[in-house]
């Protein structure tokens, strides 16, 4: 009888045991955004993000200019598009132009940041907005980008529609507005409510790609890189050899 006793209090213990363990593991939240129809109160944080960036901003002296290129396997975090962009899927490089300037110090943003990116199959252009004193707002991100089958310059004399509005917020999963293409041979979602987001976002990086001089920076910047890539290319010239005169016989000199 005992001994039945204890076997029931043993295996009560071991179910509180586990019971104990199983509610201190912490649990995970998945949020899944929905990229294609976000909700009001997403479209209406967007739309206020998005009429907080400057139309005619002040910038300090202060600014930057990269380039470069990158293994597509490798991209830098600023190169890394939405879905909406398709890269290559070969292993090959893409080519890419950064230009950052800063605000005045009255500005709600800090910084501005410009990248365009053209791989063989595809061009990217990014604008972010940094926020200078993030309390729930930290950056606003617009994307658009268009086929490799037209050249940059052809691309950057054009208003080219925003394709992907990102706001980074602290503490708060994203919210993102995308356009969806089909998927499986259905048509794409009626996305017809967020054009007049859409069409804010693709105003600003216009704007913005006047007042950063992407226009004329950005082609410059990539002819360096491919006149880089073809200094490299091109084997040193070897020097010429040097004649070397005759011996003369001990006949001749004497």
């Given at each position: 009888?005992?001994?039945?006793?204890?076997?029931?209090?043993?295996?009560?213990?071991?179910?509180?045991?586990?019971?104990?363990?199983?509610s201190?593991?912490?649990q995970?939240?998945?949020n899944?955004?929905?990229?294609c129809?976000p909700?009001?109160?997403?479209q209406q944080?967007?739309?206020?993000?998005?009429?907080?960036?400057?139309?005619?901003?002040?910038?300090?002296?202060?600014?930057?200019?990269?380039?470069?290129?990158?293994?597509l396997?490798?991209?830098?975090?600023?190169?890394?598009?939405?879905?909406?962009?398709?890269?290559?899927s070969?292993?090959?490089?893409?080519?890419?132009?950064?230009?950052?300037?800063?605000?005045?110090?009255?500005a709600a943003?800090s910084?501005?940041?410009?990248?365009?990116?053209?791989?063989?199959?595809?061009?990217?252009?990014?604008?972010?907005f940094?926020?200078?004193?993030?309390?729930?707002l930290?950056?606003?991100?617009?994307e658009?980008?268009?086929?490799?089958?037209?050249?940059?310059?052809?691309?950057?004399?054009?208003?080219?529609?925003?394709s992907?509005?990102?706001?980074?917020?602290?503490?708060?999963?994203s919210?993102?507005?995308?356009?969806?293409?089909?998927t499986?041979?259905?048509?794409?979602p009626?996305?017809?409510?967020?054009?007049?987001?859409?069409?804010?976002?693709?105003?600003?990086?216009?704007?913005?790609?006047?007042l950063?001089a992407?226009?004329s920076?950005?082609?410059?910047?990539?002819?360096?890189?491919?006149?880089?890539e073809?200094?490299?290319?091109k084997p040193?010239?070897?020097?010429p050899?040097?004649?070397?005169?005759?011996?003369?016989s001990?006949?001749e000199?004497?």
């Open positions: 009888m005992l001994r039945n006793i204890v076997i029931i209090l043993i295996s009560v213990s071991l179910a509180q045991l586990a019971g104990a363990q199983q201190s593991q912490p995970v939240k998945v899944v955004l929905n990229v129809s909700s009001p109160a997403d944080e967007i739309a206020s993000a998005l009429a907080r960036i400057p139309k005619q901003p002040l910038f300090s002296p202060d600014f930057e200019v990269d380039r470069g290129r990158s293994t396997e490798e991209r830098p975090d600023f190169l890394k598009a939405g879905e909406s962009a398709q890269f290559s070969d292993s090959g490089t893409a080519e890419w132009v950064r230009i950052r300037r800063e605000f005045a110090v009255q943003f910084t501005v940041q410009y990248s365009f990116s053209h791989d063989p199959k595809n061009m990217v252009e990014t604008l972010i940094h926020v200078r004193d993030p309390k729930d930290m950056q606003v991100a617009i658009d980008n268009a086929s490799a089958v037209t050249s940059p310059t052809t691309m950057l004399s054009t208003s080219t529609p925003a992907r509005i990102k706001l980074e917020r602290f503490g708060k999963s919210v993102v507005l995308a356009r969806c293409p089909g499986e041979g259905n048509p794409p009626d996305q017809s409510a967020y054009e007049p987001l859409f069409q804010s976002a693709t105003a600003i990086v216009s704007n913005y790609r006047d950063l992407a226009k920076t950005v082609p410059a910047e990539l002819a360096r890189v491919k006149s880089l073809a200094t490299k290319a040193a010239a070897k020097p050899a040097k004649k070397t005169a005759p011996e003369k001990a006949s000199s004497k």
